[in-house]
């Protein structure tokens, strides 16, 4: 969404990451999508592994022309298995 008037934004380009159940990052854990037209998305994976230092996160990086890119962190709790969030850009 933009933080102008909370619109969608269709076509932002969302990347996700996270570490496997040994707290490693593998390309296997890796996906890049779009938001389709009316700016949703939808994004399956396995639960997030944790790894010394730091509780199971997904990273999240997300684009779309004409607004500030947003990295940011999603942290499941133990057992989550759903998990709905829209994410705010700013524009540029």
């Not at 619109?7 to 570490?19: D, Y």
């Not at 009316?38 to 790894?51: D, I, L």
Request: charged letters at 25%; proline letters at 9%.
């Amino acid at each position: 969404r933009s933080a102008a008037g909370c619109a969608p934004l269709p076509g932002a380009r969302i990347e996700w990451w996270s570490a496997d159940a040994k707290g490693e990052y593998q390309d296997a854990l890796r996906a890049t999508q779009r938001a389709d037209g009316e700016g949703r998305y939808r994004y399956e994976t396995v639960a997030p592994g944790r790894y010394p230092g730091r509780p199971p996160h997904l990273h999240v990086r997300v684009t779309a022309p004409g607004h500030r890119t947003l990295v940011t962190q999603l942290y499941p709790r133990d057992g989550q298995q759903t998990m709905e969030s829209d994410f705010v850009l700013r524009g540029e």
